[in-house]
């Protein structure tokens, strides 16, 4: 698929070709943070209502289109705004979504900020912004949703990236937030393991978002096609991601825990990235 025809379809989160298991979370709710009306935890947050689950939503501003589509579903949808790195507004979350559904059964840590540039050009604010969205505000909300998560049964799924298993010039910050969130899941794991509850990671390759198309923007359709290109099967799609984190989510991947899923090439992908060096 082209990709202008790519950016389209983004647009709609979730494509025919990978259908929602109906009603595998019949019952079950999940909290999910960072979820938009275009990128992966509006998808994420559709696709777990789509097969059954009540949702839960923090992110700074009311996703629209996407909760008009979840009160379509009718399986109950609640949204917070407010800011992972906000105490507070952490704790909101939580006592709205206990409020709304009495429990929660799964926890999606997506929210996240990415600034490329090379480290020396980094402002102290900037770098701190990165560590405390992408890691700090994961940890912050599975800190926050513990005493509430089911158990036994209960999982936290955290969105890494590809990006924390291989490097590329220009994202040493986010980079490191991301390795750091997979380390944070594998020890987690074990920690919760006695509670026969679960922690996964899920790490995406380039993905067809509007973060992503921020950095697309400014290159010139030759890049764009090189960086297309430096995925085997292309660019992902939003529901790419949510169908991987709904299969870690469910009752068949009981016995999977403390993995880090890679979706998209994640081990290295050779992007043409002087403009972030700079």
Known sequence: MATAERRAASSASVRPDTPATPQRFAGKVALVTGASDRGIGGAIALRLSQEGAGVALLSRSPPTRLLKRLEKLDHGAVHTAGDVTRAGDVQRAIDDCMGEFGKIDIVVNNAGVEIARALDRFTDDQWRQVLEVNLSGAIAVTRAALPHL??????????????ALGGCPGFSIYSASKAALVGFTQSLAWELAPRRQRVVAVAPGLVHTPMIHKHLASLTPEVER????????????PDDVAAAVAFLASEEARWITGVTLPVGWAQHYPLPTEQFLT
Do not use: C, K, T
Request: glycine fraction near 16%; hydrophobic fraction near 50%; charged fraction near 10%.
């Open 226 to 237: 090189q960086i297309e290109a430096s995925h085997p099967l292309g660019m992902g799609m």
């Open 150 to 163: 089911a158990e036994p049964g209960g999982v936290i799924v955290n969105i890494a990236s590809a990006l």
